[in-house]
């Protein structure tokens, strides 16, 4: 099972929406709607930001949104902070009843 | 609030056997989650090990599954891992995750275990 696509790093200044993709196949992100995304800082616990494509857990800010279209899901993240500069990675179930987790992208805040 | 703390040796030889624990406090490990162990080998990206349920069902990585036992003890309230025949490619951060229903909603900070040749 390849790990899932994703942009190795995107960049964008305070205030601005960015969205980056999240690239599988039939049997993993296209499959099901089981795709999730955790934010990463270096040396801390990974968080939890969206998970079912779409859907923010409590207490994660609204500027978080998830979208997919096909074999690939989406996370833009608007209104972009400072405190948004991280990894994230985006993870699917898959047909083989294992995860695969995504390459990983690197938010910068310009 | 779950919190999960990761805790084992630093430092494994090659060829020999790399155990890690994963205490669980503000819940129960028989609750209604699985709990994975997920690591991170430096400078590149999370990969998931596997995943294993209070009642002892489970479910590995193919890339790994010959090599990874993982068990839980409801006593203490954790759950373990045990990774055999360890090569210098399993050096990485090893995070312990819990969750339900296809995501992982608590996570542990993680433990650097290095494979000394």
Redesign the interface.
Known sequence: ?S?LTQPASVSGSPGQSITFSCTGTSSDVGG?N?V?W?Q?HP??????II??VSIR?SGVSYRFSGSKSGNTASLTISGLQAEDEADY?C?S?TS?????????TKVTVL | QVQLQESGPGLVEASGTLSLTCAVSGGSVSSNNWWSWVRQPPGKGLEWIGEIYHSGSSNYNPSMSSRVTMSVDTSKNQVSLKLTSVTAADTAVYHCASGSYFKWDYWGQGTLVTVSS
């Open positions: 099972q790990a099901y089981y999730s955790y990463h040396g801390k616990a990974p968080k939890l998970y079912d857990p990675y993870s179930y083989s009843t294992i995860y695969v987790f995504g390459s990983g």
